[in-house]
């Protein structure tokens, strides 16, 4: 039987997208547009675009909000008070959440359940900064001198009107790593989703609109690139937290500025991973190298290693476990548990990641296996086997370039310092894998890479600890104590005793 989503879309009840505006669920402006599965390429529902007049009323409710209280100025206690019930609602609703996380995106239901970009890790994100709302302190510092007596001390601030720009492929786990820390600090938030995955975001939302939260503290856009850019203009915006392509964030960066607009820019990566000739396992490294490409999202995510910088004792080991592991790769209806990977998220990308194939082989990179499209009931869906190319030279475009798709590039090395070398040769430094039983070599080689985060034989991201890009991967983290710094101004007040 031909995969279809519509079912589950009907179980669930999917209604037409609307905006979130200073506490009240609305529509404005006539235009609208289909969200499409990328497994059926089927129209799942449409989506308001908000356009210039939906911004500006949501940054007009969201500047109210801030400027007039009470969120921004109430005592910690209260914040948290507000805030903690949401993290419950978040927690209760996680299955429905994940459904329609997968609706939006075609994640497997497994992932969308089970994995770092689940409904649950958006409630403990949640959680996680409603537990820092007490604990957002300053500084008081040694008096400087004895001729005066002048003691200073630092408050933490909110920063503003928040405008939370998001990607497609963790819509749930990005809404929560932005909208949880920025509220906690006592901001105003406007978010705007993917126009290619809005739905889980609008229970989400949906959650917020039922809290105690004030209206106007949390709104919600829809809309694609006018939208988005709407946003990230407006001069009621104080701070653009944006996580998306380095395209779009590049953009940002020389639209926003106007008036001083504060900026985290989690943008993609090409990231490497050594795997040394020491390791424990090659089996391991290579599954797990292989399958963030080939399962999950299928590659989609900004932090995979899509360098696999491996020593030459070790290619052909290498690749016959790679090889190995995609043979476990199913495709299918993404409701099915037993489905584990993702397609491709639009008929547009699908061409990029195709034409991305096709360029590695004319640049003489060997592709070892995947690279075309299953036939039968799955022509349906934007799926591509995961590929392997095999001697990369790191000057190809394919090991420079974000493809964001299931693709994998073997790249051999002889020596410790070349491999660092080559993985630091690249325009971006989002994260990184280093595999390896020798922890010395380990903690020499991530201190030697330029990267904003790296994992040692794994890599995961937590709520509490800070993951973000240096180079054209970004710059601000997500995660822990460093995101409340992203989402509060330091303010220094000097008490003089003299007077
Ligand atoms: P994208 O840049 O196409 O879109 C991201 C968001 O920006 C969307 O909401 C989109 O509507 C909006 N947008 C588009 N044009 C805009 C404009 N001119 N002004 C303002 N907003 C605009 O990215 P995507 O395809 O949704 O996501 C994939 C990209 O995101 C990849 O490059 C990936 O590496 C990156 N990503 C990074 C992280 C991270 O934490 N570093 C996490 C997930 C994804």
């Known amino acids: ?17 609307r905006l979130f505006i200073n506490g009240a669920w609305t529509d404005i402006g006539d235009a609208r547009y289909d969200q499409i599965h990328p497994s059926t390429n089927e129209i799942v529902t449409d989506f308001a675009e908000a356009g ?10 969201a500047r109210r909000a801030f400027d007039d209280g009470p969120w921004s100025r ?32 075609g994640i497997p239901i497994s992932f969308s359940v089970g994995s770092r970009v689940s409904g649950r890790v958006a409630g403990d994100i949640f959680d996680h900064y409603a537990g820092w709302i007490d604990k957002v302190t300053g500084e008081t510092f040694p008096q400087y001198t004895d001729t005066t007596n002048l003691h200073y001390m630092t408050f933490r601030e909110p920063v503003g009107v928040v405008a939370a720009i998001t990607p497609w492929n963790g819509p749930v786990m990005t809404f929560a790593m932005k909208v949880a820390p920025a509220l906690a600090c006592g901001n105003s938030v406007v978010l705007k989703p993917s126009e290619l995955a809005g739905l889980a975001i609008q229970k989400l939302a949906d959650i917020l609109a039922q809290s105690e939260l004030p209206p106007g503290v949390f709104n919600l856009v829809t809309g694609g690139p006018v939208t988005g850019e709407a946003l990230s203009t407006h001069p009621g915006v104080d701070k653009v937290s944006f996580t998306g392509s380095p395209m779009v964030g590049e953009k940002i960066m020389s639209t926003a500025g106007g008036n001083m607009k504060r900026l985290t820019l989690e943008l993609g990566g090409k990231s490497a991973a050594l795997v040394f000739p020491d390791t424990r396992d090659v089996r391991t490294a290579a599954r797990n190298l292989m ?11 900004c932090s995979t290693p899509t360098r696999a910088l491996v020593h030459r004792s070790i290619v052909d080991e290498f690749v016959h476990h790679a090889s190995e592991q995609v043979r476990d790769v199913k495709f299918g209806d993404p409701f099915d548990p037993a489905t584990t990977s993702t397609p491709i998220i639009s008929k547009r990308q699908l061409d990029r990641v195709l034409g ?8 003489g990179a060997r592709l070892l296996f995947g690279g075309d499209r299953p036939g039968g009931e799955l022509a349906i869906g934007n799926w591509v086997n995961a590929a392997l190319f095999v001697d990369v030279d790191n000057r190809m475009r394919v090991a420079r370039e974000e493809i964001f798709g299931p693709v994998l590039c073997v790249i051999p090395f002889d020596e410790e310092a070349e491999a660092i070398r080559i993985a630091n040769d690249s325009e971006y430094g989002l994260s990184g894998g280093i595999y390896t039983a020798d922890l010395t070599r380990a903690f020499r080689v991530a201190k030697a890479m330029r990267t904003g985060s790296i994992g040692i034989n794994g890599y995961s991201v937590m709520p509490n600890s800070p993951a973000g890009g240096i180079k054209r991967s970004g710059f601000g983290r997500e995660g822990g104590w460093a995101t409340i710094e992203e989402y509060t101004e330091l303010k220094t007040v000097m008490l003089n005793l003299d007077a």
């Open 1 to 17: 039987m031909a995969i279809t989503v519509l079912p589950v879309r009907d179980r669930l009840g999917v209604r037409p997208g």
């Open 52 to 61: 210039k007049a939906g911004v500006d009323a949501a940054v007009a409710a």
């Open 74 to 105: 109430m005592a910690a206690r209260e914040r948290k008070r507000i805030l903690q019930p949401i993290v419950e609602a978040i927690y209760a609703a996680q299955e429905e959440i994940a459904h329609l996380q997968t609706l939006d995106n």
């Open 291 to 301: 399958g963030l490409c080939s399962t999950f999202l299928s590659g989609q995510v």
């Open 356 to 363: 991305y194939i096709d360029i590695g082989r004319k640049e």
